[in-house]
């Protein structure tokens, strides 16, 4: 099932709506000021994608999204995007230490002073 991200036109906020088929459900609101002006934007951000789908989309020239920006997952896909094009592979020191920052970015950043 798609989730769209929907855009709240009267105050801006952007709400992601499970829809079931292609139709925008019925008497959506805005979570915010409950406005039903919702305007369904194209979304960078497939939720469903395994991590190579997200690397393959990614594109880094669009100004991405605040919840794009907000998954902890998009962490380091610039890097990775950037490593790809220019046909290095990353090192599995690399690797792990992405998917430290994507589960536990706490932790990546309070030892990070340490080396
Ligand atoms: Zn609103």
Known sequence: MPIYEYKCTS???IESILVQGYKSPDGMKCSACGSAELKRIISKVNYHLSGSDRLDSYDPNARQ??????????????????????GVKPTEEFKTRLEKLRTDPASVIKNSGDE
């Open 65 to 86: 999204s605040e919840s794009f920006l907000k998954d902890t997952r998009n962490i380091g896909l610039h890097a990775e995007h950037m490593l790809k094009k220019s």
């Open 11 to 13: 105050c801006g906020r």
